[in-house]
C-alpha cells in the first residue's frame, strides 16, 4: 500500500464511552486498522450563532482511502452530533511494515 492510499480520519465527540464506541465499532467493522482516543481536551466553536465551550474526546483512526466511504457512513449513523467533525488527512510517507499491516487490517 503506498502511502496516499492511507487516511487518519478525525472526529470529536462529547464522551469517553461515545469515543470508545465509535473506535471498538470502526475496528470491529474492518472499516480503520486501529482507532487512537485522545482527552478529554477543551473545544471552543461557534454552533447556531453563539460561541460555545465543551469537553470533548478525539478519535484519530488509521484507515484505508478506500474503505473511507464506509467509514464516513459509520461514524454519520453512529454519531450522536447532528453535524459531526469527519476530517481524512492523506499519510504522505509511512513504514513498509506499517502501512502494509494497515491495508491487511482494513481488507
Known sequence: MTPPECLTVLTTTDSRAEADALARGAVEAR?????????PMTSVYRWQGAVETAEEWRVQFKTAAARYPDLERHLLAAHPYDTPEIIATPVARGSADYLAWLAAETA
Open 31 to 39: 472499516l480503520a486498522a486501529c482507532a487512537q482516543i485522545t482527552g
